[in-house]
């Protein structure tokens, strides 16, 4: 069966920015002037058609990323497959909007036309730059008091370090904006009352706008001459500039992450997003645009492989997301790299060398669902019921194995303990955990050794609080929750190397193994490093596995309070052979005695996460919000104004931040509002 869209007709995109800049508001918009809705839903009134869960109804924030399709004509006349997923604002649910940027080929950075770049807005776009994903920019909120375009504009420049041009000015601002001025073909489109904003007038810009909008096309022009040496040339040669050249030019230099071209409306009064629709189609790639997929050989890690956006080529997809549908049951998000995979399909799994069925091929939209016959390269689906697939494996053709890149998550920062209510669901609740860390990478569960309690690991109170609240509502399982406690790590601040030596003879079968493993401080941020530093073949590399392996065991379970140690590297400098007695598991706890024995003496020191907090507060309770940050020794780095109000920002340790939010609430008077993201681990005394 032949693909029914071409792939050049299709976009994967995703909606991203700060919390309540109206990400969930643009994309039920999209779905209704695709024809996917009939009647648009509203965030705040809880009716909105991604945000599906319970819990997203009722708290108007999104939680999950959701997956839709739909279709939209373009200026062109031809119809394009829009993929959107609708990505959380909320820091603590980041990992939802990284595991989307790895596998979106654009997206649309969504930002408030009064609060302008947010923290969240930061966070997000440098994760877009990580993954090299092409954006256009979309200011929403134009109808609102304080709305300024261009201060947004400044914003993205100074904060994002991005090169934002404007292809459209807004046509009066808060209460009397109307329309957009269109700076590529030179028109005004002029929104009509009461029809939802389906339908808008053409007109000529006005005498009065006309002299910014010439000023504005001039600016985008010479944007675009920067990066399009023929464009340049016909520019400072007075030619004139046609619409459909200085699209096609834009278009090259917004895939080339060297401009983002910037839109403006307002998604809740319905204004600007049919111009939304269409740069879309005009600026953001289609998988073709994006090229061939790198990967790597099963067998041999350093021999590179490539797969070429192409039905003819063998299959490859990357598995970026599991979810637990009620009715479905475990469903599997996947995108598809190159190939054709069809129901009934024999995948392979390369990551972890299983085979699956593709029983079922689902098109999501949100939490429904049509069954299709096959996906092709490009396309984004669902496939129930595959048992060993995790977020991050690659599926592929078992006959051409490759392994894509993984998809790396932010490390748990917050514990708690958590029981059942009644015993008999003990039981149910280790199997729902299980689920629910299939689900969500940031998220793991351990039963503590000494005191029998689970202990549940988040990357913040709320994103434990809604796990918490799943339990319940979706697995049917009452759970009782202790605090929060902070989860610290251990570090070395010195060198040290230690040896240590395995001998034990069991059943006439001698086992040695002796090893000195020199640790050494690592560099903030980059883990755990192991290096061979032994002669060439002065042991097997089998045993160097093994000796490695240890290391790393041993250095789960700190010399100070048993947290796991961080930022080390762990250097193999001597290592005893016997050929006739030597054996893996021997080396392997030959360097875990050495690897423990060596922490003791390093100088260790306990490590606690610190956050990055952004305060908003009307300027007279500034005195005070500094006086409470400085007080939980919290480390202010400046002081900026926006609009009326002022924006503290402050490094403070995770655990003086329990509860801000009451305090934050009583010391301006419930008038300020603030976020915080991980920003890294330091000395737990060095604050104090």
């Known amino acids: 069966m032949a693909r029914s869209v071409d792939i050049d007709l299709v976009r994967n995109i995703g909606i991203m920015a700060h919390i309540d800049a109206g990400k969930t508001t643009t994309t039920e918009r999209i779905l209704y002037y695709t024809g996917v809705l009939h009647r648009m839903g509203e965030v705040h009134e809880g009716t909105a058609f991604t945000d599906y869960m319970d819990q997203e109804r009722e708290r108007g924030i999104t939680i999950t990323s959701a997956a839709v399709s739909c279709e939209w004509t373009g200026p062109d006349g031809k119809r394009v497959t829009i993929n959107i997923i609708d990505t959380p604002g909320h820091v603590d649910f980041t990992a939802e909007v990284q595991r989307s940027l790895r596998v979106l080929d654009g997206a649309i950075a969504l930002f408030d036309a009064v609060a302008g770049v947010e923290p969240q807005s930061e966070t997000v776009w440098h994760q877009a730059n990580e993954y090299r994903v092409p954006r256009i920019a979309f200011v929403n909120k134009m109808d609102r008091v304080g709305a300024d375009f261009e201060r947004v504009l400044d914003m993205m420049r100074?904060?994002?370090?991005?090169?934002?041009?404007?292809?459209?000015?807004?046509?009066?601002?808060?209460?009397?904006?109307?329309?957009?001025?269109?700076?590529?073909?030179?028109?005004?489109?002029?929104?009509?009352?009461?029809?939802?904003?389906?339908?808008?007038?053409?007109?000529?810009?006005?005498?009065?706008?006309?002299?910014?909008?010439?000023?504005?096309?001039?600016?985008?022009?010479?944007?675009?001459?920067?990066?399009?040496?023929?464009?340049?040339?016909?520019?400072?040669?007075?030619?004139?500039?046609?619409?459909?050249?200085?699209?096609?030019?834009?278009?090259?230099?917004?895939?080339?992450?060297?401009?983002?071209?910037?839109?403006?409306?307002?998604?809740?009064?319905?204004?600007?997003?049919?111009?939304?629709?269409?740069?879309?189609?005009?600026?953001?790639?289609?998988?073709?645009?994006?090229?061939?997929?790198?990967?790597?050989?099963?067998?041999?890690?350093?021999?590179?492989?490539?797969?070429?956006?192409?039905?003819?080529?063998?299959?490859?997809?990357?598995?970026?997301?599991?979810?637990?549908?009620?009715?479905?049951?475990?469903?599997?998000?996947?995108?598809?790299?190159?190939?054709?995979?069809?129901?009934?399909?024999?995948?392979?799994?390369?990551?972890?060398?299983?085979?699956?069925?593709?029983?079922?091929?689902?098109?999501?939209?949100?939490?429904?669902?049509?069954?299709?016959?096959?996906?092709?390269?490009?396309?984004?689906?669902?496939?129930?019921?595959l048992r060993f697939t995790r977020t991050g494996d690659t599926l592929c053709d078992a006959k051409h194995p490759i392994l894509l890149e993984n998809i790396s998550f932010a490390e748990p920062v917050i514990n708690q303990s958590i029981e059942?209510?009644?015993?008999?669901?003990?039981?149910?609740?280790?199997?729902?955990?299980?689920?629910?860390?299939?689900?969500?990478?940031?998220?793991?569960?351990?039963?503590?050794?000494?005191?029998?309690?689970?202990?549940?690991?988040?990357?913040?109170?709320?994103?434990?609080?809604?796990?918490?609240?799943?339990?319940?509502?979706?697995?049917?399982?009452?759970?009782?929750?202790?605090?929060?406690?902070?989860?610290?790590?251990?570090?070395?601040?010195?060198?040290?190397?230690?040896?240590?030596?395995?001998?034990?003879?069991?059943?006439?079968?001698?086992?040695?193994?002796?090893?000195?493993?020199?640790?050494?401080?690592?560099?903030?941020?980059?883990g755990f490093a192991f290096v061979n530093e032994l002669q060439p073949q002065a042991l097997p590399e089998s045993y160097v596995k093994s000796a490695e392996q240890g290391a790393l065991e041993a250095l789960k379970v700190g010399p100070i309070a048993g947290y796991p140690m961080i930022d080390i590297v762990a250097a193999l400098v001597d290592a005893v052979y016997i050929e006739e007695d030597s054996t893996e598991l021997a080396y392997a706890i030959a360097a875990s005695i050495a690897a423990k024995d060596a922490a003791r003496i390093a100088t260790p020191v306990i490590m606690e996460p610190v956050f990055h907090v952004e305060v908003v507060t009307p300027e007279e309770y500034v005195g005070e919000v500094?006086?409470?940050?400085?007080?939980?020794?919290?480390?202010?780095?400046?002081?900026?104004?926006?609009?009326?109000?002022?924006?503290?920002?402050?490094?403070?340790?995770l655990s003086q931040l329990f509860g801000y939010v009451t305090q934050l609430r009583s010391l301006t008077q419930g008038r300020g509002s603030y976020t915080m993201r991980f920003s890294h681990y330091e000395p737990a005394l060095s604050r104090r």
């Open 158 to 385: 100074t904060r994002l370090n991005a090169r934002p041009v404007a292809i459209e000015i807004p046509i009066g601002v808060e209460d009397t904006f109307i329309g957009v001025v269109n700076l590529v073909l030179m028109k005004a489109l002029v929104y009509h009352h009461g029809d939802e904003g389906s339908t808008f007038d053409v007109q000529e810009i006005s005498d009065e706008l006309r002299p910014l909008a010439e000023q504005k096309r001039t600016e985008l022009i010479e944007a675009v001459a920067d990066f399009d040496d023929e464009m340049a040339e016909r520019y400072l040669g007075g030619e004139t500039i046609e619409a459909e050249e200085l699209t096609a030019s834009l278009r090259r230099a917004t895939l080339q992450l060297h401009l983002t071209p910037v839109l403006c409306g307002s998604a809740f009064k319905n204004k600007g997003v049919q111009q939304l629709l269409d740069a879309v189609i005009a600026y953001l790639p289609s998988p073709k645009d994006v090229g061939s997929t790198h990967g790597f050989d099963v067998k041999d890690h350093e021999k590179a492989l490539v797969r070429k956006p192409l039905d003819e080529e063998p299959f490859a997809a990357l598995a970026f997301k599991i979810l637990t549908d009620p009715f479905v049951g475990r469903l599997t998000f996947v995108r598809v790299y190159s190939g054709v995979v069809k129901v009934g399909d024999q995948i392979y799994n390369a990551t972890n060398d299983k085979k699956e069925r593709a029983g079922k091929i689902l098109r999501m939209k949100a939490n429904k669902r049509d069954e299709i016959d096959a996906a092709y390269a490009g396309d984004i689906i669902a496939i129930p019921a």
């Open 626 to 653: 500094i006086a409470d940050l400085s007080s939980r020794s919290g480390r202010i780095e400046g002081i900026q104004m926006r609009d009326i109000l002022q924006v503290v920002t402050a490094v403070v340790p």
């Open 420 to 526: 059942a209510r009644t015993l008999a669901d003990q039981d149910k609740l280790t199997e729902s955990l299980h689920r629910l860390s299939e689900e969500d990478p940031t998220f793991r569960f351990h039963t503590d050794t000494e005191t029998g309690q689970i202990i549940i690991s988040g990357v913040g109170e709320l994103h434990l609080e809604i796990l918490a609240d799943r339990l319940k509502r979706e697995f049917n399982v009452p759970v009782k929750v202790g605090k929060p406690q902070v989860a610290y790590r251990e570090t070395i601040t010195s060198t040290a190397r230690h040896e240590g030596t395995f001998v034990r003879s069991a059943t006439g079968k001698n086992q040695f193994g002796q090893v000195t493993i020199e640790l050494r401080p690592n560099e903030s941020g980059k």
